[in-house]
């Protein structure tokens, strides 16, 4: 069975700092992930996805993150946080050969401090 | 504009008493699919559809109906709501998934309150 697991489920930056949020996966076979991004009272909207090409994969607004096999993580970085970037970020494995589900992490609360 | 609508975005309700969220997509989309989302669970998927007329259950399907008569639209059906179906509920599409999981687009999610 897939998963993800978020290894924290806040995270505070000041504005202008790097930011890390972490996942690890669990997949039996290579792994199709995603990151996604959900503002207060808004939708999910869809931040970068890995699907076997590239493993520095680009996103928008300046997030990337990096799919590491050995490691089975595929942690979501930023060089520089911005306030707009204040969000729940949620790591996402899909089941797509069976159902196309897609399985949520727990998600990482994001602070930014001025 | 491509988009994924849900109505209604706010709801509160009494128990058993039966409603209808709609989901509608403007993308030609065959997948479609409905999850609730709950603190500290992340989301989890209630029903999806691969195409009209055909459905199936996801992990947390109990209490919920849906249906899929026209490509655009999957309303999801609470037939006798209770308190613990009180959540926020999001809907999404893609294109199907033959070769690769596809993107899904979410709708901006219904908050529904059972009392």
């Known amino acids: 069975a897939q998963s993800v697991t978020q290894l924290d489920s806040h995270v505070s930056v000041s504005e202008g700092t790097p930011v890390l949020l972490r996942c690890n996966y669990s997949s039996s076979y290579s792994p199709s992930l995603f990151w996604y991004v959900q503002h207060p009272n808004k939708g999910l909207q869809l931040l970068l996805k890995?699907?076997?090409?590239?493993?520095l994969v680009k996103g928008i607004n300046g997030f990337e993150a990096e799919f590491k096999k050995s490691e089975t993580s595929f942690h979501l970085t930023k060089p520089s946080a911005h306030m707009s970037d204040a969000a729940e970020y949620f790591c996402?494995?899909?089941?797509?050969?069976?159902?196309?589900?897609?399985?949520f992490g727990t998600g990482t609360l994001l602070a930014v401090q001025p | 504009e491509a988009q994924v609508t849900q109505n209604p975005r706010y709801l509160i309700t009494v128990t058993g008493k039966k409603l209808t969220v709609t989901c509608s997509q403007n993308?030609?989309?065959?997948?479609m699919s409905w999850y609730r989302q709950d603190p500290g669970l992340g989301l989890r998927q209630i029903y999806y559809?691969?195409?009209?007329?055909?459905?199936d259950k996801g992990d947390v399907p109990e209490g919920y109906k849906v249906s899929r008569k026209e490509k655009r639209n999957f309303p999801l059906i609470l037939e006798s709501p209770s308190p613990n179906q009180t959540s926020l509920y999001f809907c999404a599409s893609s294109l199907l998934p033959l070769r690769g999981p596809e993107t899904q687009y979410f709708g901006p999610g219904t908050r529904l309150l059972v009392l």
């Open positions: 993308m030609n989309h065959e997948y």
């Open positions: 996402v494995v899909s089941d797509w050969g069976a159902t196309n589900k897609l399985i």
């Open positions: 890995y699907t076997s090409a590239a493993t």
């Open positions: 559809s691969m195409n009209v007329e055909v459905t």
